[in-house]
Structure formats: structure tokens, C-alpha cells
């Protein structure tokens, strides 16, 4: 039996970024192609698909060919071992993929190389940056039209203040764009696509000034050579300590649509990626080889199987072994127990785990017990670094259509909360529930999911609020601001005590009204 120690250090855990329509989902097809975990790509096309990607599974990401929610694949790849998360690329479903990037060792950093680093990606890269999580990128699309690559390693090294080293390059771009070349081995990729739904048929050409390499450049054998060297002189050596600390990104070209370059990511992560890091856990640090199994949850997800309106908990494993009938100690209740129905993940597609160590992802069945936060160990009080929540912009009342599923429409709410879908809220005053969301698709995708998966159809209405605020206080302090702010406060599903601001200026009145009082835009879900 392998040793922990060589278990561990063959795992890569890692999620895609980008902005929404980079191609990060089709990226994700061809990468679990090549990894012998699917046999045919889909494309994500909205309504019209043939096939389906694997990752996209909800039937609203399917109509709309958009992911709401992160996906978890776990594939052999040589001979390493992946755990590839892949998370929503719109902004409005931005909370699942914060908690997401406190789960994984690296990121796969998607860019459109017709439109360079856009908004998204920027946000993206200041959750990844607080992690010094090591990014590789990928700049999607080549062949179409584009921007120059210098000019896009220009734009990620201005906008995010990192440091790229490209490790292959386009020859040609748009229509003409043929293939990849290796800058450290001196080597052509000539990519010649069968079906785009299969891997395709990739052929080397050995030396750009080879015979064979001369004859692949035909009359752009000298622009290139030229180009070839002006990169050469302009990228920093590479280095992997550089890398890891989140200091330098190598870069890669391609196309995800035709597979152009996914091949080369894949032995990137390989050769270069870490293997599950240590884990910060108050005052001391979590190694990943320890014997003593130890893990947080980071998500949860209702519905899996919507016929059985099941509930599964996501934990990072950060130390230890996984073995079916352990007893596993839950900090935040100090209840104990016993595992034996971890499950490993394709999507929404589950199979039993017979075993599992540090960076894997685990899933546990949840009957309203693990809350997002929750930490498990073998008997150690831990405290891994929180998994946040975030103020919602966005918020309705809900309008129950069938008032005689009011009892149905609190558990689907209740459910939905605990996976982070959306934020509900109880008035003090009142009997509306009001959903608070950071943006406005994601009351479409509460709507949808309340149909599909509890039956219950309702509809929103607009509400003077503009933010929301957790509040902190103590004793009589906080007896006094929840007597005289009663109209405007609320409980969270966790009977988390909520301020929702009908305006800035009476945000800020309220704030210094009350300096007893704490108003915070976010939450960590930390288990004590």
C-alpha cells in the first residue's frame, strides 16, 4: 500500500477562473477528455446543445448554458491524481466561488484572448491573492480574432500585478493560427482536429530551425524566428518557487473549442502545481501528511438527486485518511460520528469512497447537522481560516403563489441558504420571507430550483433595501439597538441578527448612532 505521504503527493486540487464566456466550462470538457474521464466533449450553447458538458448538470445552466454552481471532478491524469473544481463564471453566483478558492492549492486562470483581463477576473484575483494561491493561465481562443499575445501578457501584469513567463506561444492567430510552440523545449504542437467532441490528434515537430520545423513556418518562418526571440529576451526565467508563492503565472495559448494547448495545462499542473499545502488552523499549522484525519466543509448542495431531495456536504480534506466507518468529531457541536458513506464526486454523479487523503473532496450526506465552516477532525479542537459570506445587494420579497406550501417553501429555503444558493431573511416585524442574493440571476435560479426540486412556485417583489450588515453587540447594547431598529432588523438562517439598510445615509446614521454596535459587510463561518 502507498505510503500517506506519496498519496498526498500525488494530488492536485485546483479550481478554473474567469470571466463568464472565456470558455472555462468547455475548457473543463477537454481537460476531463484528456484525462480518460469523459469520451465525448459537450459544448455549452444554451438551449440547442447536442451534448451537454458534464460539469453543468442543473437543467436552468443547461437552457441558459451558463454554471450557477461549482462542480467537483475527480480524474487520473499520468501520475498524478485531480480534483478539478469548476465554479461559476457569472458574477451573480460570485459567494460559491470565493468559498471555493479556500479549498484548492492553485487555480486555472481563463482569459478570452480577444478582450484580455475583464472585471470579473479582477475580483477573482483578490480572493486568490489574499490565499497566495499559485495561478497558471490559460489564454483561450486563438483561433479567433485577438489581440496581440505581448499586449495581453502586458494587460495581466498591469491589471493584476503578476508577473507572466510564457512557457508556449501562437503560431498565428484568427484563421491562421496552426499551433503551439514550446519556448523551453523547442517544439511545434501541430493540432489537427478529427471531431471536436473527441481529443483529437496532436503531431511534434522536433527544433524550429529544423527542416520539418521550417517547412511547418513556410513564409512566416522568419517573422516568427523574430518574434521567437523578442519573447525570449522580454520573459523573466522561469522559476517554480516563484510560481508557488503567487509571485509569477506561467502562461498558455490555445483553444479549448478544438483542444489547441490543453494537453500542455494538464502536465503544467503535473510538473508544477502543488500537492495539498499546508493549512493555517489557530496557532499551529496543519500539515498534509499527518496521520490524524482533519477537514473543513466549504460547500453544500441540495438536490444532487432531486428525487430524493438529498443534501451533500463538501469537505477539503487537509490531513489524514479517509477509511469507511471512522468516527470523525465535529468541533463546532463536539458530537462524534461514525463515517461510512463518503462519497467522491463527478459532477452530480457520486460513487462510494473506499479511501481518501489530504486535498481530496469528500462528500457526506447532510440531514441539517454540517453547516458551511464546520471543521472535522479526529478529536482536536481545530480552527481552519473562515469561509466567508458576503453582504447580499439584491433583495425581494417573496410572494408564495399556493399559500398552503408556506411549510414547504421555509424548508426548500432553509436548504438553499445552507448551500449558499442565496440569503433568506425573517423579519423581526412581520411574516415575508426576502431573499438577498449578489445578484439579480440568482432570484431566477431560487424561482427554478423552488419549482424543480420542492414544487413550489412563487414570484419576488422589488424592497426599499439597499444592503445588508451582520450585527455584533454586547448585552445591553445590543438589547437597545434591536428595540429601537426592529422595523429594519432580521434573522439569517443561522438566527444571525441582520441590519437591512433601506439607504446609505441611514446605514451611516445608524453606524454612528449606535458606536456600541458593529455592522459587518461580511461573515466568516469559522467552527469554535
Not at 442565496?422 to 430550483?449: C, H, K, M, S, T
Not at 438566527?495 to 456600541?516: F, I
Amino acid at each position: 500500500m502507498d505510503t500517506l505521504e506519496r498519496q498526498t503527493s500525488i494530488r492536485r486540487t485546483f479550481a478554473i477562473i474567469s470571466h463568464p464566456d472565456a470558455g472555462k466550462t468547455t475548457l473543463t470538457e477537454k481537460l476531463l477528455l484528456l484525462g480518460g474521464a469523459i469520451q465525448l466533449a459537450g459544448q455549452v450553447k444554451g438551449r440547442r446543445v447536442r451534448r451537454h458538458t458534464h460539469s453543468d448538470w442543473m437543467r436552468l445552466e443547461r437552457e441558459r448554458g451558463i454554471s450557477v454552481t461549482t462542480s467537483v471532478m475527480q480524474f487520473p491524469y499520468r501520475d498524478c491524481l485531480f480534483n478539478l473544481l469548476d465554479t461559476p463564471g457569472h458574477e451573480d453566483f460570485s459567494e460559491d466561488t470565493y468559498r471555493t478558492l479556500s479549498a484548492v492549492d492553485s487555480a486555472l486562470m481563463v482569459i478570452d484572448a480577444a478582450k484580455g483581463v475583464e472585471e470579473r477576473t479582477l475580483k477573482l484575483m483578490e480572493v486568490a491573492r489574499r490565499r497566495q494561491t499559485p495561478i497558471i493561465t490559460f489564454i483561450n481562443k486563438l483561433d479567433r480574432d485577438s489581440l496581440d499575445p505581448l499586449a495581453l501578457l502586458d494587460d495581466i501584469e498591469r491589471k493584476l500585478g503578476l508577473v507572466t513567463v510564457p512557457l508556449t506561444w501562437p503560431v498565428g492567430r484568427g484563421r491562421e493560427f496552426r499551433g503551439l510552440y514550446d519556448l523551453r523545449g523547442d517544439q511545434f504542437s501541430v493540432y489537427e482536429v478529427e471531431n471536436p467532441e473527441r481529443a483529437g490528434i496532436e503531431r511534434q515537430i522536433e527544433g524550429w530551425a529544423s527542416v520539418e520545423g521550417q517547412a511547418f513556418l513556410g513564409s512566416g518562418s522568419r517573422a516568427f524566428g523574430e518574434e521567437r526571440e523578442l519573447v525570449r529576451a522580454l520573459a523573466p526565467s522561469w522559476e517554480l518557487t516563484d510560481y508557488r508563492e503567487g509571485l509569477v503565472t506561467p502562461v498558455f495559448f490555445g483553444s479549448a473549442l478544438s483542444g489547441f494547448g490543453v494537453r500542455q495545462l494538464l502536465d503544467a499542473f503535473c510538473d508544477f502545481a502543488p500537492s495539498p499545502r499546508p493549512q493555517p488552523a489557530g496557532g499551529r499549522s496543519v500539515q498534509p501528511h499527518e496521520p490524524a484525519l482533519t477537514g473543513f466543509v466549504f460547500k453544500i448542495q441540495a438536490n444532487l438527486d432531486p428525487q430524493h431531495h438529498d443534501r451533500m456536504a463538501f469537505v477539503r480534506l487537509c490531513s489524514g485518511r479517509y477509511r469507511p466507518g471512522m468516527r470523525w468529531f465535529q468541533v463546532r457541536t463536539g458530537r462524534e460520528f461514525k463515517i461510512s458513506d463518503a462519497r467522491t464526486f463527478f459532477a452530480n454523479t457520486r460513487n462510494p469512497s473506499e479511501e481518501a487523503v489530504a486535498g481530496d473532496i469528500l462528500g457526506l450526506p447532510n440531514h441539517g447537522t454540517i453547516r458551511i465552516g464546520d471543521v472535522f477532525t479526529e478529536g482536536e479542537r481545530l480552527s481552519f481560516a473562515g469561509v466567508p459570506d458576503f453582504a447580499p445587494e439584491w433583495f425581494r420579497r417573496i410572494v408564495l403563489e399556493d399559500p398552503l406550501r408556506s411549510k414547504t417553501l421555509a424548508r426548500g429555503l432553509g436548504e438553499l441558504a445552507e448551500e449558499g444558493a442565496a440569503q433568506f431573511f425573517r423579519p423581526l416585524e412581520g411574516q415575508d420571507w426576502i431573499v438577498g442574493a449578489i445578484g439579480p440571476l440568482q432570484f431566477d435560479v431560487v424561482a427554478a430550483r423552488l419549482e424543480d426540486e420542492y414544487q413550489v412556485r412563487c414570484r419576488f417583489e422589488s424592497l426599499p433595501i439597499v444592503t445588508a450588515r451582520w450585527v455584533a453587540g454586547e448585552g445591553g447594547t445590543l438589547a437597545v439597538f434591536k428595540n429601537q431598529l426592529a422595523p429594519y432588523l432580521a434573522y439569517d438562517h443561522l438566527e444571525g441578527l441582520v441590519y437591512l439598510a433601506p439607504n446609505r445615509v441611514h446605514l451611516d446614521l445608524t453606524q454612528e448612532r449606535h458606536p456600541g454596535i458593529r455592522l459587518e459587510s461580511t461573515r466568516e463561518r469559522i467552527s469554535a
